[in-house]
């Protein structure tokens, strides 16, 4: 009983100390998201579509008893008019319909299969934006956390010299306000890391481990890399299968103006006469303009669909621009902030360190604390923002 508890606890143990990475999550995602279940069950209903696109019309059937006398309703052998007839009507799709009808279907699917690749980029970004602000504030906590430490030291510092120095008393709450205030940032931070965990775990459909997520900044690319890939965009492609279907019901509509033929075969039976047969063949009669009113509408929306595809090009193209130039602007941010800012910080350190320590000049290392926190925490939410606008670009060319 003690080894299968001990196998059991090794189990959750090493299921605890997973460590996800963000490709893995997006996989898997891929494989059990509910929202893209139902568009593939969409799609499978597609397919059963296309084929009942080829099916012709179910035939009308009619059971007709004739010349019925008031006087004697039953009986069938009055005059040689009285007869019963079973009638079958069927009409027939000529002149390329159930073709066009194929095409029109498979372009309707052609629309699902977009919004299903549109709805697995989408999905992919939310993690990605996900995993990378948890990453952010996990760096946060844990510059807190140091800060914390140097917080409570300079109190304790700031308390021993207060006996004998008023500044020093200063000292010692400045010491502590700036101590709580690292604890109630902690709190809201801890909040939003939990409220991300929590959308991350309703994203991938499990439980989430450890994340691994490399972090490491690079030159980004140029936006004409991105602008080339513009029609990779899951959203363009719906856009022009939305054209695809009004040109597919634009031929329709055309063939429309042809009216199918129906025959219709009756058999007539007669009590004391020779049964006989019919056939009839017959159209609709196109009279009324509905026909060539419904052309029209095919080709307005035809002209519509080019319309708006044009219109989304541009606005694709003007967001990748932005977005490109976020993502030039946070890198350039955050290398003034690694290579000039906090190493002027730190110089500035150094020139307080003598005073320090003799007790003087405490206020200034206060300040001097504060902003050092400032610019760490500006360069996490920089290179957080870096990720994020890589994500959303790369969402933008259809990568997952």
């Not at 799609?43 to 009942?52: N, P």
């Not at 010491?175 to 690292?182: G, P, Q």
């Not at 002027?344 to 902003?371: C, K, P, T, V």
């Amino acid at each position: 009983m003690r080894i299968i508890f001990l196998i059991l606890w090794l189990v959750s143990f090493v299921d605890a100390q997973r460590a996800d990475t963000i490709d893995g999550l997006v996989a898997h995602a891929m494989k059990v998201h509910p929202s893209l279940q139902a568009i593939k069950h969409r799609l499978s209903a597609m397919d059963t579509r296309i084929e009942m696109s080829q099916n012709f019309e179910n035939p009308d059937i009619s059971l007709m008893v004739n010349d019925i006398q008031f006087d004697d309703p039953l009986n069938r052998r009055l005059e040689p008019m009285q007869f019963t007839s079973l009638n079958v009507k069927q009409k027939l799709p000529w002149f390329g319909k159930l073709e066009a009808k194929k095409v029109y279907t498979q372009s309707k699917k052609n629309l699902v299969l977009h919004s299903y690749d549109g709805a697995k980029v989408a999905l992919a970004k939310e993690i990605r934006l996900s995993v990378y602000t948890i990453r952010e504030y996990e760096e946060r906590l844990k510059i807190l956390s140091e800060y914390k430490k140097v917080a409570k030291q300079n109190r304790e510092l700031y308390t021993a010299y207060a006996s004998t120095q008023n500044k020093s008393h200063s000292s010692s709450i400045q010491a502590s306000l700036l101590l709580s205030n690292l604890k109630i940032r902690e709190q809201n931070y801890q909040a939003i890391l939990k409220s991300q965990k929590s959308k991350l775990k309703y994203l991938v459909q499990r439980d989430i481990g450890l994340l691994k997520a490399s972090l490491k900044m690079t030159v980004p690319l140029g936006t004409k890399y991105y602008l080339n890939k513009l029609k990779n965009n899951p959203n363009y492609r719906l856009k022009t299968s939305q054209k695809h279907v009004a040109d597919a019901q634009k031929v329709l509509s055309d063939l429309a103006h042809t009216p199918d033929p129906y025959v219709k075969v009756g058999y007539y039976n007669r009590v004391d006469y020779p049964d006989y047969a019919s056939v009839t063949v017959g159209m609709a009669l196109p009279l009324y303009g509905t026909e060539k009113s419904n052309s029209e509408l095919a080709r307005k929306e035809i002209l519509q669909a080019q319309s708006s595809i044009i219109d989304y090009k541009y606005m694709l193209m003007n967001e990748i621009e932005t977005m490109g130039i976020k993502l030039h602007e946070a890198y350039t941010i955050y290398k003034i902030i690694q290579e000039q800012s906090l190493p002027q910080i730190a110089h500035m350190f150094d020139l307080l360190q003598s005073s320090i320590q003799n007790g003087g000049d405490l206020f200034a290392y206060m300040r001097l604390l504060e902003q050092k926190l400032a610019l760490e925490e500006e360069g996490i939410s920089i290179k957080a923002i870096y990720f994020r606008t890589q994500a959303k670009l790369n969402s933008l060319i259809g990568e997952l």
